[in-house]
């Protein structure tokens, strides 16, 4: 039996973490689980799979949570503090840290620090400073273990082979919603259309990220950190369909991949439950049914995010966390009709180029970055003329 602790437990990674848990009660037990605001969705779970602690993003959430779990054994607690405190509990092996965007960044430390395996979906803490979470997890010795599909498709890829054999790491990218649009076309998208993804159900901060290939340009960032291994040879495939998920080149040319139906639940529960593998009662990859499977490059002119991701890894130290900021305060911008999609690149591009990086020594430096960038991505927001 092994005791979790879920961060971001009402999310989309979250749910599916908790189906995983539903459907294996002998194998896991969550002592933790945090959530932003869906407090009728955490009620839910804590009714169901009755953890000790959970913590939410602000007061008020806490005072209606505590009331409408009046009479049940769990302690309430709330702000950034009652996060990372849950995230570090004693008693929990494993945390699932699945928090969207930087938030995560503190709790997901806070787990590492006190001696937590990390089952890691939440990539921005990872684009912001990947080097100290991996020192940081090296000094406590925790394992962190790829959640997100095309970095779990790699790790299952790289098991039973030696790093120094490895030529590139291919990752492969859907194209996300927005593929088959011309560059004039992007610029009238409204948020509704962009969020369609072709393959994968996911929250709104990714599903855009994924129209507009950052987040496969987080992704080379979380490759090079979670592989230790540099951007100039991490590559990324256009492959429409999310059927192969990521792919490993050796150096005698063989590639080794792993396929699989766009389904979170299988990366996430080799993840959890590592290194077993969970029987999942799921529907079978039936490739005679796909027919034929498509490659082709990415197109850095209509979708300039991904050279953005490489770029902020050459720069290196805080530039990542800039990108990352700023690519988080255009998305909201774009979802709240303040920007135009296009307009998401020209505001990382310009808060990038008001950057002057530096090394990151510390989680503070990460912090500060951050709060940094989003300030000068809010201004360059209002900037535009809307
Ligand atoms: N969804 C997917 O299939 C995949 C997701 N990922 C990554 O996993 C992470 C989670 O994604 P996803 O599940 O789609 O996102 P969702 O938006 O569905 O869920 C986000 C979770 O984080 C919580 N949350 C949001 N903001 C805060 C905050 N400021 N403080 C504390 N908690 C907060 C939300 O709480 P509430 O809803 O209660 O407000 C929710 O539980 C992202 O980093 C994403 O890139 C990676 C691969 C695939
Ligand atoms: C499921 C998952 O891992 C997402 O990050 C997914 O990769 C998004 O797909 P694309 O970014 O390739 O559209
Ligand atoms: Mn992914």
């Not at 945390?95 to 395996?117: E, N, Q, W």
């Amino acid at each position: 039996m092994k005791t979790i602790i879920i961060l971001g437990s009402t999310g989309s990674i979250g749910t599916n973490t908790l189906d995983i848990v539903q459907r294996f009660p002998e194998e896991f037990r969550v002592i933790g689980l945090t959530a932003g605001g869906n407090i009728e969705k955490l009620e839910e779970q804590i009714r169901q799979f009755k953890p000790r602690a959970v913590a939410v993003s602000t007061e008020a959430s806490a005072i209606e949570l505590k009331r409408r779990c009046t009479g049940l054994p769990v302690d309430i607690v709330y702000g950034e503090d009652g996060i990372a405190r849950v995230a570090a509990m004693p008693g929990a092996e494993l945390v699932i840290s699945a928090i969207v965007g930087a938030a995560g960044l503190v709790p997901t430390l806070a787990a590492i620090r006190s001696g937590k395996h990390i089952a890691l979906a939440n990539k921005e803490p990872m684009v912001m400073a990947g080097k100290l979470m991996q020192e940081e997890a090296r000094k406590h010795q925790v394992r962190i273990f790829p959640v997100d599909s095309e970095h779990s498709a790699i790790f299952q890829s790289l098991e039973g082979h030696r790093l120094q054999d490895v030529r590139r790491l291919i990752l492969t990218a859907s194209g996300g919603a927005l593929w088959t649009l011309s560059k004039e076309e992007l610029r009238d998208v409204i948020p509704e259309r962009a969020l369609q993804h072709p393959n994968w159900k996911m929250g709104s901060k990714i599903t855009i990220d994924s129209a507009t290939l950052m987040n496969k340009g987080l992704e080379v960032v979380e490759a090079r950190w979670l592989f230790d291994i540099p951007e100039s040879r991490i590559d990324v495939l256009v492959h429409r369909e999310s059927i192969i998920h990521s792919l490993v080149e050796y150096e005698d040319r063989s590639m080794i991949a792993q396929l699989g139906l766009p389904d979170m639940r299988t990366p996430i529960s080799y993840a959890m439950g590592y290194p077993e593998r969970m029987p999942l009662d799921l529907p079978s990859l039936d490739l005679t049914e796909i027919g034929k499977l498509t490659f082709s490059k990415p197109d850095h002119d209509r979708f300039p995010c991904l050279r953005l991701g490489y770029e902020s890894l050459r720069i290196g130290g805080t530039m990542p966390a800039a990108m990352n900021a700023a690519n988080e305060v255009a998305v909201e911008a774009f979802l709240n009709g303040g920007i135009r999609f296009v307009e998401i690149a020209d505001v990382i591009r310009s808060t990038m180029d008001a950057h002057a990086a530096r090394e990151i020594r510390g989680l503070d430096d990460a912090l500060e970055t951050d709060r940094w960038a989003r300030e000068k991505a809010d201004a360059l927001v209002h900037a535009l003329p809307h």
